[in-house]
């Protein structure tokens, strides 16, 4: 059965709100990736941390998420997006909302919703009635000329992270003109580029988010 | 119906309004693993039709139009809830007419409707269920839909919402769900003219979408939460 059916527990009608960021970008990106390298990073600086997966056709990444052994398995809620993911974060974000409410709940003190967005296109952004602040994840390998497409995603994010930079040279992408051209598309918003697996640039992103939305620690 | 209901009524029924009720098939998405088939527009119809006249008719009409005659009467409405809550043998079902319900109530919450915030605290101590029916007649009252027009609207959205997930699920084309509407209203309109008694009990019995249902939740991939 679904995991967010409603609980048992008595939860306190006015719980006290954590934080929301989005997480999107296209299928494959390093999303998962990210949000597996940055909660180590936020449980090293004690920030109390819960994760809602939007998984296509499967609790993949909830599950991914859950076994990883990084997170308190019942902190990662999974939520069907009916085969819409955009309407999911953006037209429709209910199930979403609900879902981090149910997480706020849960947890007293939480003080970080993180909501991965079901694999999408370029076109996919988050709706502010759902998350505070998000952002979009692109990769090296899905070509150097994304940038360049100007994606709704790419253009309207808080943050443009772009990983897998290790695959550079593998892809024959020219990184410094693919960043150079993201940050020119962006008009100077903030960017960042990251190896996921490896570990490289995560304090930074976790850094932007912390001055973002947890502006306390 | 005069013009504010028939806006109000088009207003809570478009796919705009947020409510999260894209997410769920009510079983549909199990229908195949069911039938052994890949199901066809009469398949598609044919369980849509079940469902409105014996679950939906006959069980969440009933609660929805006798909530929507409680006028925010919270205690009444929540003994309401869980009698419908109780009568769905269907797990999924009952589960996914909770999780629908949270969510309506979620966005009317924020809208600051009358009575949604009261209710919610309910739901959240485990005081009411907070079924779907449930919740649109608490809240489509307090919102000033009639409730003809309330019962109307929600097997409306039943059976739109059947045919946008066997659509989504590559059953049927937009066109051939267009195709399948007309008679699919009419059954919502026949249903919807029987009166509803004020001692009535939800009575639903449509064993056919229940084992659908629990095919659904049992399927490796799924789209949709029921
Ligand atoms: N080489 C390399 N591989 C990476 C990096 N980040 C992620 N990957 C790999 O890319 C693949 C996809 O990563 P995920 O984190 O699952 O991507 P996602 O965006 O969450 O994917 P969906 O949720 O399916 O859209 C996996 O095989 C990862 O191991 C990276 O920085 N470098
Ligand atoms: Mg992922």
Redesign the pocket.
């Known amino acids: 059965m679904n995991d967010l059916s409603p609980s048992r527990q008595p939860v306190p009608p006015h719980p006290a709100n954590a934080a929301r960021i989005g997480i999107g970008?296209?299928?494959?990106?390093?999303?998962?990736?990210l949000i597996e390298a940055l909660l180590p990073v936020f449980q090293r600086r004690g920030i109390s941390v819960a994760v809602v997966t939007n998984d296509l056709v499967t609790a993949e990444?909830a599950e991914r998420l859950r076994r990883s052994g990084i997170i308190d398995p019942a902190r990662v809620l999974a939520v069907e997006a009916g085969a819409c993911p955009h309407t999911v974060i953006r037209e429709d974000p209910t199930l979403n909302i609900l879902a981090a409410d149910e997480l706020d709940a849960r947890f007293p003190g939480l003080e970080l919703v993180i909501i991965?967005s079901?694999?999408d296109n370029l076109a996919s952004t988050f709706s502010l009635d759902l998350v505070d602040w998000w952002i979009f994840?692109i990769d090296v390998a899905g070509g150097g000329d994304i940038p360049r497409k100007r994606g709704p995603g790419v253009l309207q994010c808080d943050l443009l992270v772009v990983?897998?930079v290790?695959?550079a040279p593998h892809v024959g992408v020219d990184l410094d003109a693919m960043l150079e051209e993201a940050r020119a598309v962006r008009g100077g918003s903030p960017l960042l580029a990251?190896?996921?697996?490896?570990g490289i640039n995560i304090e930074a992103v976790a850094d932007a988010i912390c001055a973002a939305v947890l502006i306390r620690r | 119906m005069d013009a504010s209901a028939l806006l109000l009524a088009l207003r809570f029924g478009d796919t705009a309004f947020p409510s999260g009720g894209f997410a769920f098939s009510q079983g549909l998405e199990g229908l195949g693993a069911v039938s052994g088939a890949r199901p066809d527009t009469d398949a598609i119809a044919g369980f849509l039709t079940e469902q409105v006249r014996h679950r939906w008719g006959s069980a969440e009409r009933v609660t929805l139009v006798q909530c929507h005659r409680g006028d925010g009467d919270l205690d009444a409405i929540a003994a309401l809830d869980h009698d419908l809550d109780l009568s769905s043998f269907s797990e999924p079902l009952r589960l996914g007419a909770r999780r629908n319900g949270a969510a309506l109530l979620a966005t009317h919450l924020r809208l600051g409707t009358p009575g949604a915030a009261a209710y919610r605290a309910r739901v959240a101590d485990g005081a009411a269920p907070g079924t779907l029916a449930a919740v649109q007649g608490l809240l489509w009252r307090a919102s000033g839909l009639d409730e003809a027009s309330a019962a109307l609207l929600a097997g409306y959205q039943l059976v739109t919402g059947g045919l946008t997930a066997a659509t989504r699920l590559g059953l049927i084309g937009a066109l051939g769900a267009q195709q399948a509407m007309p008679a699919l209203l009419a059954t919502v309109a026949a249903v919807c003219a029987e009166p509803v008694a004020s001692d009535a009990e939800p009575v639903g019995f449509s064993p056919f979408s229940d084992i659908a249902a629990a095919r659904q939740a049992r399927l490796p991939l799924r789209l949709f939460s029921n």
């Open positions: 970008g296209p299928v494959g990106s390093g999303k998962t990736a990444d991965e079901g694999g994840v990983n897998k290790d695959l990251t190896a996921c697996r490896a």
